[in-house]
């Protein structure tokens, strides 16, 4: 071996010390976008799990597991999933993705999404065992195996309205029994500490006043 060839080894050798394996390592994975901001009127604030740092949310924004999103009064904000579904403020919401887990391979998905007040309207696609999309307020379960429904959140009751398929809805206290499923059209309010009662068929003013507030214009 020449000499020149000896040090330019050394001189490698001592380049990789002084920079350390760590620098030349591949950067982590980021984490997958939960869904994405598609349609906004108005002004939102998004506020990021981990960091507690909030922003102002922009139409094309990426939303992560744990973040939470508050629409102003007046504003109203579209949100699509990964897995195509599809979720809509109204003014005045809280929303936080809890759980966002999604196989596009297998198809399966596990979705928890926390509405802390005001309305949103959900849009979820057919489930398949044993794949779950829940949507928890201060009172109530929303479960489905994919459908539409819109549920407006206050601190001591929630209202649910089924706009297509089947909802399940049962009182977030596990302590307290009972279950009830919402066809099309049919409502039903629970509030702190009960079973949910029997559904009833909505009017038209009400189911539509709902819809409007859940509407981006």
């Known amino acids: 071996m020449t000499n020149t ?41 998004v506020t990021r799990y981990g960091t507690g740092e909030a922003g102002p949310v922009t139409v094309g924004a990426e939303l992560f597991e744990g973040d939470r999103v508050r629409t102003d009064a007046g504003a109203r904000l579209r949100l699509t999933l990964r897995d ?18 999604y196989g596009s391979e297998q198809g399966g998905r596990n979705f928890l999404v926390r509405a802390s007040f005001g309305i949103v309207r959900a849009v979820v696609g057919l489930l ?24 407006e959140a206050k ?3 929630t209202a649910v ?9 049962r009182n977030v206290d596990p302590s307290v029994p009972g279950a009830v499923t919402l066809g099309p059209g049919e409502g039903v309010t629970v509030t702190t500490g009960t079973s949910p009662p029997a559904p009833t068929v909505w009017g038209d003013a009400r189911r539509n006043a709902f819809i409007e507030r859940t509407t981006v214009p």
């Open 84 to 101: 195509g579904s599809v979720l809509t403020c109204g003014e005045a919401t809280g929303l936080t993705l809890n759980r966002a887990l």
């Open 155 to 157: 601190p001591d009751a």
């Open 5 to 45: 060839l000896k040090s330019a080894r050394l001189l490698l050798l001592a380049a990789f010390c002084l920079i350390g394996p760590s620098a030349i390592a591949p950067a982590a994975a980021q984490p997958a976008a939960a869904g994405t901001v598609e349609a906004l009127v108005g002004t939102a604030v």
């Open 128 to 151: 398949a065992s044993p794949s779950a999309f829940e949507m928890h307020t201060n009172t109530a379960v929303i479960s489905v195996r994919g459908t539409e429904w819109i549920a």
């Open 161 to 169: 309205v089924s706009l297509e398929g089947q909802v399940g809805v």
